[in-house]
């Protein structure tokens, strides 16, 4: 086999078999086909396409490349949600204490942020002397003894996604509909779960701008999931503007807390509330061994009332505070988040203008945000945990030049001018509300 005829079959658009995707990933992770030549088999699946039996292929051999974790001994069902990327974003933070007090495993491996998105790991890592980077060991006990556990990509899992990815991120091929699907599912089966939730953004924060690639996503990658032995379903949700009301890593995680305690806002309750019912039901039909249906309205209306139950009663929080402690972070940040350090400087955005928002650009409240320091612009920039944006508005609501639209938080001053004409950049006004839109977009 030749990585050159290979590469001229994918770009003629035929179908490769498993063995000469097999011949592929295993030449290229030992050395042997370069960099080159993976590029150009890259850009050719990037026009070409995959079919669903390539795709299924390529995520099984991405997530052969490493270990797969093996939560065998834990009998409780193990569910794990992934999102595709949006800004303000906090849910997963919020869902897997909810999930744990519920008796469903989560065994969480998260990304960090970058460009306008934000990621989970960053805003863990705002709370002092919190670790991501624990031992499999260390994170298997914490999923025994709490119920959950979030950690950062470890080597040993799909070492080929990391590379592949990286190279992509340098070729322009990262927005391929198969190549995502199986970068985010050969992590995500890797994980030992028996059921996965995702969240599938669509809109002008998300990777998918519009809902047909959104669906193509969607299915690809439950179609990846449930061949392979994991009960998968995705939902479809808004990323138009940003999620909540804050952006920025310290920021999420003091609204995450407040969630936590009972005080959301209702986008993001509606998104945290149906994503928990369906891992509950997921986790339902994993240890009844049953099929996923779609779920009757008032099926959902019950998991979603249990999930309230269980913020309202404190053990949601509870289980967050054991997972910080676990997760050697300071647990007093749970009950006085004044710990989670804060911006030494703030400044009111303000519209010159009055009437109703009728858009707020979430790639661009994310670019803000990133600007203030808050995410990175390359892989290997830090972030400034304290930095972000608070939304005093969002969509829909009344503004005049009286009232601030969004307060910045921020250490450095020198690109504030900037990141003050991107955000507004984003944002519309017009005398006439703008028509309300669901955040839960598809099942
Ligand atoms: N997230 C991933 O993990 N992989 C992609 O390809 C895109 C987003």
């Known amino acids: ?61 991405m997530l052969s490349s490493g270990s797969r974790l093996d939560f065998s001994d834990i009998s409780a069902p193990k569910v794990d949600k992934h999102s595709t990327g949006g800004v303000g974003d ?24 970058l460009g306008h998105t934000g990621g ?26 709490i119920g959950f556990s979030i950690i950062s990509q470890t080597d040993e899992i799909a070492p080929a996604d990391k590379k592949l990815y990286s190279l992509r991120d ?28 995702l969240d599938v953004k669509v809109g002008k924060g998300a990777f998918m701008k519009n809902i047909n690639d959104a669906r193509k996503l969607a299915r690809t990658m439950v179609n990846i999931g449930n061949s392979m032995g994991v009960k998968t379903i995705a939902i479809i949700t808004d990323m138009n503007q940003p999620l909540g009301q804050t952006v920025g890593n310290g920021l999420e995680i003091k609204e995450c807390i407040s969630a936590l305690r009972g005080k959301m806002p209702d986008d993001l309750k509606e998104v945290v509330l149906t994503l928990g019912a369906w891992m509950a039901y997921v986790a339902d039909c994993v240890t009844e061994e049953a099929g996923i249906a779609k779920l009757p309205e008032h099926v959902l209306i019950k998991y979603k009332s249990e999930l309230m139950d269980l913020i309202e009663k404190g053990d949601a929080f509870k289980k967050f505070v054991e997972f910080v402690d676990a997760q050697h972070g300071n647990p007093e940040a749970a009950f006085k988040p004044d710990i989670i350090p804060s911006a030494s400087k703030v400044k009111e955005i303000r519209i010159p203008a009055k009437g109703y928002i009728r858009e707020m650009d979430a790639e661009k409240a994310g ?77």
Do not use: W
Not at 1 to 17: F, N, P, V
Not at 20 to 49: C, H, N, R, W
Not at 120 to 145: A, Y
């Open 1 to 61: 086999m030749r990585a050159y005829d290979i590469i001229k079959k994918k770009r003629d658009g035929a179908e490769l078999s498993k063995e000469e995707l097999s011949f592929l990933i295993t030449e290229y992770l030992s050395g042997k086909i370069p960099d080159y030549q993976m590029s150009a088999f890259l850009m050719a699946v990037y026009f070409s396409g995959m079919t669903d039996a390539e795709t299924i292929a390529l995520t099984g051999l």
């Open 90 to 113: 906090k849910t997963s933070i919020i869902l897997a204490p909810l999930m744990a007090a519920m008796n469903i495993k989560v065994p969480m491996i998260a990304g960090r942020g």
């Open 120 to 145: 989970t790991i960053d805003k863990l890592e705002s709370i002092p002397g919190f670790r991501t980077d624990l031992s499999i060991k260390e994170f298997k006990g914490n999923i025994k003894d």
């Open 170 to 197: 340098v070729t322009a091929t990262v927005e391929s509909i198969p190549l995502i699907a199986a970068s985010i599912m050969s992590k995500k089966l890797a994980e030992g779960i028996g059921g996965l939730v």
């Open 367 to 443: 670019m803000a945000a990133m600007l203030l320091g808050a995410g990175r612009q390359h892989k290997e920039d830090r972030v400034d945990h304290s930095a972000g944006i608070v939304l005093n508005k969002k969509t829909g609501d009344y503004i005049t030049p009286d009232e601030p639209v969004a307060i910045f938080h921020y250490n450095d001053e020198t690109k504030i001018k900037e990141a003050e004409e991107v955000f507004l950049s984003g944002i519309r006004t017009g005398e006439i509300p703008p028509d309300r839109k669901q955040i839960i977009i598809d099942v």
